[in-house]
C-alpha cells in the first residue's frame, strides 16, 4: 500500500527540541522530493520544508529557517524534522508529503501523510 | 513569494447544488502551476486537481478547475454529502516557495 506515517509529535517546552520522522511505503522512495507541511489547530496549511530526492537540496520556510532542518534516509524509506529552539508558534499537525513527479522538485503533492501533532507549550 | 487569497471564506449549499470556490494570486502563476486540495476533518488533503484544471487519479469529473494568470477556480457540479470539506488552493513550480490559500469550507446549507 502507498502510504506515509508520521510519527514523534509530542508536547515540548519552548525552547526544546524534537525530532520527527515520516516512514514511507509503496513506492520507490529515493525518486522522489519530499516536503513537511504544517497546520496550526483551526488554522491552514503552511509549507515548512522540502529535501530532494537524492538529499542534496535542502529548502525551508523563512518562520523556520536556521531552526530546523530536514534529512532523510533512503536506505530506510524515512524523512525527518530535526526541530530546534521550539517556539508556541510552532504548535501545529505536522504532515509529510510527496512530491508528484519523480526526480523533480517543484511540484505539487499527490501523497500525504495523517500526520503528527507537535504542542509547544509550558 | 506569491500570495493566494480564496473566497468566499464559507460557502453554505445544499447536496446537489453547484459549488463555486475561487483563488486569486497577489502575480500570475507561470505555467498554470496551481493545484486543488480537499480535505475533511481529521483527514489529510487530497490532490485534487493539478496543473490549474487536470484532474488527479481517482478524482470524480463532478470536480473541475479552469483560470490562468492570477484567476483560478474549482468547480463542483452537482454536491455530493461526501464533498462537503475546507478546499485549498497551492501554487508550486517556481521557486522553492509553495503557498496555500486559506482555505474555503463548503458546508451543507
Known amino acids: 500500500e502507498v502510504q506515509l506515517v508520521e510519527s514523534g509529535g509530542v508536547v515540548v517546552q519552548p525552547g526544546g527540541s524534537l525530532r520527527l520522522s515520516c516512514a514511507a511505503s509503496?513506492?520507490?522512495?529515493?525518486?522522489?522530493?519530499m516536503h513537511w507541511v504544517r497546520q496550526a489547530p483551526g488554522k491552514g496549511l503552511e509549507w515548512v520544508s522540502l529535501?530532494?530526492?537524492?538529499?542534496?537540496?535542502?529548502y525551508y520556510a523563512d518562520s523556520v529557517k536556521g531552526r530546523f532542518t530536514i534529512s532523510r534516509d533512503n536506505s530506510k524509506n524515512s524523512l525527518y524534522l530535526q526541530m530546534n529552539s521550539l517556539r508556541t508558534e510552532d504548535t501545529a499537525l505536522y504532515y509529510c508529503?510527496?512530491?508528484?513527479?519523480?526526480?523533480?522538485?517543484?511540484?505539487?503533492?499527490?501523497?500525504w501523510g495523517r500526520g503528527t501533532l507537535v504542542t509547544v507549550s509550558s | 513569494e506569491i500570495v493566494l487569497t480564496q473566497s468566499p471564506g464559507t460557502l453554505s449549499l445544499s447536496p446537489g447544488e453547484r459549488a463555486t470556490l475561487s483563488c486569486r494570486a497577489s502575480q500570475s502563476v507561470s505555467s498554470s502551476y496551481l493545484a486543488w486540495y480537499q480535505q475533511k476533518p481529521g483527514q489529510a488533503p487530497r490532490l485534487l486537481i493539478y496543473?490549474?484544471?487536470s484532474r488527479a487519479t481517482g478524482i470524480p469529473d463532478r470536480f473541475s478547475g479552469s483560470g490562468s494568470g492570477t484567476d483560478f477556480t474549482l468547480t463542483i457540479s452537482r454536491l455530493e454529502p461526501e464533498d462537503f470539506a475546507v478546499y485549498y488552493c497551492?501554487?508550486?513550480?517556481?521557486?522553492?516557495?509553495?503557498?496555500f490559500g486559506q482555505g474555503t469550507k463548503v458546508e451543507i446549507k
Open positions: 497551492q501554487q508550486y513550480g517556481s521557486s522553492p516557495r509553495w503557498t
Open positions: 509503496g513506492f520507490t522512495f529515493d525518486d522522489y522530493t
Open positions: 508529503a510527496k512530491n508528484a513527479i519523480a526526480v523533480a522538485v517543484y511540484w505539487y503533492f499527490d501523497l
Open positions: 496543473g490549474a484544471s
Open positions: 529535501i530532494s530526492w537524492d538529499g542534496g537540496s535542502t
